[in-house]
Structure formats: structure tokens, C-alpha cells
């Protein structure tokens, strides 16, 4: 266990406070600079937090815990509040005899090692890291960067803990550049492979990490979609269209702490062929030279009729500038559905769905029923059931084509006998 005491200049601005650093909890070497793990309490006093205490390794981590600080001190002006981040406890970044240094808060540890996580586990690593992104963009920065080792993890949620390389001012490519670099690092998340895209979001698109993420993370996959598109969303309508993904159980304790899917969240075999045995007290088993021949049972109670399906509730119109977004998502995440299961595609707008016939209802006889030798349907003349009108695909009702013609027969006779 290492201890010590560093003496270090406050966000605030009240001058150097000693700070009580207890580093058991491992380190990290990083290019620019060494991260220690452990807790820190003010040396009057004070509970212990966790924390990372970062110490350059040259003249390019002076430059980048610089500019974190930086960073640190424009967020702080804007009394930004959010725990994607840490907070910045103190700083040292202009001593000469002494390597720039700083000590933030944290929550986890480096998300390096991790193991791909379940479908389950994914949304609130997805909605943590796109809320970092949205929260740095409406303060007019860009994260630049995005690797495994920039961010902390506590088995349920991410945290950011390097904005070394931060930017303000970004343009719309260094903001696209940013969500790009997400949807990478979620796509590692979940495979375990690393993406096109790179941890600068400059790669190019492969829509073969876009097909794998569908096919085996369908809610991810709808999110990020857009992402692999011509134009990159923001982060702020990447996190609309996470508007109809269920949110995710509270995993357990072992999960968190190791960082690995549990069995029991696996879905079983499709081919199990598991049953259910119920077993009802009260009926002893027959003694051997017992008669078993006992009076017959009563027939058991007809069931019920059968009730129709009962119609989904109607989603709540979306508002606000990712309703678009969501409508999207939505009709992405309903056609996948029915693709999966095979059902029909769902009915144009302007015509109704049929509904299923309740109890009771009694149904008209059959085209050609009553004729005797006659085929259902066969011989039997009929208009059709919107005539004499038909509903287009836009919702409009026209002339059907059936009366359009007779009608357009009649006025050619009728200027035919005025002309002659």
C-alpha cells in the first residue's frame, strides 16, 4: 500500500489543500501519463472517496492533464452536473521541480479486460456514453478520442475519466467523429472485436458490424443504425431513438464484480424440450393389492370460448426534436419483429386492419352457398367491398376503377348523340 500527501490547488480557487492519498488499488502507464487507483481525503479531514490520481510521464502529459484541467475549469463555469463524469479534486500543472498531477473522483475501474456483455447489460452502458457525449457537445466540446482505457467501469455502468484530448468549439465532422467512436467502443462491448470505426471515429463504416449487431443485439443494433449511415446522427438522437429499448434488470452482485454474462441470463435452446409436471396434493397413491377401480370421474368443465387478441396499447405521441428519431426506431424494431416470426408485413396507411370476429358473431353464407353443385365462389358476380370507392396508400378516397370507366362510356355516347 502506497500513502501519500499531496499538496494541490483546488477548482475553486482557494489556494493548495493536502490531500491524504491511500494508492492500493493498483496503477495503469499509460503514453502520456500513470494512473493510481485508490481513495483520497482532505488531510483536516474528511470521508474517504475513491479516486484516480494521474501523474505525467513528459512534456505531452504536462500538455494533456493541461488541457483536462482546462476542460475541468469550462464545465465547472457552466455548473455541468453529471455522473458520466467525475469531479476534479485538485491539480498541480505548473510546478517546475514536480510532474503535472491531478486527482478526480471515480466510480469503477478501467474497463479494459471486460468481457462482452448481454443484451441486457448493454443499455445503460449505451445510454451513459451517449449521454457524455450530448452533455460535452451543448458545452461546445468533443471528446476526440474514445478507447477502453479512457473509461471506468463498476459492472453496470460507464464512466468518462480522461478528457485529455477534448476539444472545444468542434466542427460537425469532430462531433460525428465522436459518435462514431462510441458506436465502436459498444460494438467491442458487445463482441469483443474491435470496429472499423476506430477510437477517432475517422474508419470507414462496415456494414458487416451493423448485420452482427442486428442479428445477435437487435435493440443495439436499431440504436446504432443510423450510425453506420451517410449522415451521422448526434448524440442527442442517438439517445431518442433509445426511447423503445426496455429498460435492463438490476444485475446481481457476482456479475458486477466479475465483469462476465451470467449463465442464467442465457435464453434456452430453442429445441428444449423441457415440461412442466403439476403435481396435486391430497390423492395418495395406490397400496399394492389395493382395488383401483373407483367410480367414474365427472367430465371436466368445458374451457372458456376464446377471446380475441387484445390490440397493443397505443404508443404516446413523441415530441420534440428526436420525435422523428423515435418513429424510426419504432417502425424498424416492428418490421424486424415480424420478420422474425414470419408474420405479414403490416397494413398501408389509409386501410384499417381487418378485426378478428368476437364471440358470437355469425358470418354471412359463402359466395354460391345454397346452390346446389355449385363451387364456393365459383359463378357467383360480385362488387367488390369498397366500391364504389377505393383508399389509396396516402389515406384518400378516389373513384373505383370499376365506375370510372362505365362512367367515362356514358359521356363518349353522350357527345357522340349531340355532335351527330
Avoid at 66 to 76: K, Y
Avoid at 80 to 103: E, K
Avoid at 111 to 133: I, K, M, Q, W, Y
Avoid at 328 to 357: F, I
Wanted: glycine letters at 12%.
Amino acid at each position: 500500500m502506497t500513502t501519500e500527501i499531496a499538496l494541490l490547488e483546488t477548482p475553486s480557487g482557494e489556494g493548495r489543500v493536502e490531500f491524504a492519498l491511500t494508492l492500493d488499488q493498483g496503477s495503469r502507464a499509460g503514453a502520456r501519463y500513470r494512473s493510481h487507483y485508490g481513495t483520497v481525503r482532505p488531510a483536516g479531514g474528511g470521508a474517504a472517496v475513491e479516486c484516480v490520481y494521474k501523474v505525467a510521464t513528459g512534456a505531452l502529459g504536462k500538455r494533456v492533464l493541461s488541457n483536462e484541467v482546462a476542460v475541468w475549469g469550462g464545465l465547472r463555469m457552466e455548473d455541468v452536473r453529471a455522473d458520466q463524469f467525475g469531479t476534479l479534486l485538485g491539480f498541480d500543472v505548473d510546478s517546475p521541480d514536480a510532474p503535472a498531477r491531478l486527482v478526480q473522483t471515480r466510480r469503477g475501474r478501467p474497463l479494459t479486460g471486460t468481457s462482452p456483455l448481454t443484451s441486457e447489460r448493454l443499455r445503460e452502458p449505451v445510454h451513459d456514453l451517449f449521454t457524455a457525449l450530448r452533455v460535452l457537445a451543448d458545452n461546445a466540446y468533443a471528446l476526440g478520442e474514445l478507447s477502453p482505457g479512457m473509461l471506468l467501469w463498476d459492472g453496470r455502468r460507464l464512466q468518462i475519466a480522461d478528457l485529455g484530448n477534448a476539444v472545444g468549439q468542434p466542427d460537425d465532422l469532430r462531433a460525428a467523429r465522436d459518435v462514431r467512436a462510441a458506436a465502436g467502443l459498444l460494438f467491442w462491448l458487445a463482441s469483443g472485436e474491435e470496429s472499423s470505426f476506430g477510437p477517432d471515429g475517422a474508419g470507414p463504416a462496415d456494414e458487416g458490424e451493423l448485420r452482427w449487431l442486428v442479428r445477435h443485439h437487435p435493440d443495439l443494433g436499431m440504436v446504432l443504425r443510423p450510425v453506420f449511415g451517410e449522415e451521422v446522427p448526434t448524440a442527442a438522437e442517438v439517445l431518442a431513438r433509445m426511447d423503445g429499448w426496455p429498460p435492463s434488470g438490476e444485475t446481481t452482485e457476482r456479475d458486477a464484480s466479475a465483469g462476465q454474462d451470467s449463465p442464467t441470463e442465457q435464453d434456452p435452446p430453442e429445441d428444449d424440450d423441457t415440461r412442466t409436471v403439476e403435481i396435486h396434493p391430497g390423492a395418495p397413491a395406490a397400496q399394492p393389492g389395493q382395488n383401483t377401480h373407483s367410480a367414474p370421474k365427472p367430465p371436466p368443465p368445458a374451457p372458456p370460448p376464446p377471446v380475441p387478441p387484445a390490440m397493443p396499447p397505443a404508443m404516446p405521441p413523441a415530441t420534440g426534436a428526436g420525435s422523428h428519431a423515435i418513429e424510426n426506431y419504432r417502425r424498424e424494431k416492428q418490421w424486424l419483429g415480424q420478420r422474425r416470426q414470419g408474420a405479414p408485413a403490416p397494413p398501408s396507411r389509409g386501410s384499417a386492419p381487418p378485426l378478428p370476429p368476437g364471440p358470437g358473431t355469425v358470418r354471412g353464407p359463402a359466395p354460391g352457398a345454397g346452390r346446389p353443385g355449385a363451387a364456393p365462389g365459383v359463378g357467383v358476380p360480385s362488387l367488390p367491398r369498397d366500391f364504389p370507392f377505393r383508399v389509396g396508400d396516402d389515406g384518400r378516397r378516389r373513384p373505383h376503377p370499376l365506375l370510372v370507366w362505365p362512367l367515362v362510356f356514358v359521356l363518349v355516347v353522350l357527345i357522340l348523340l349531340v355532335v351527330l
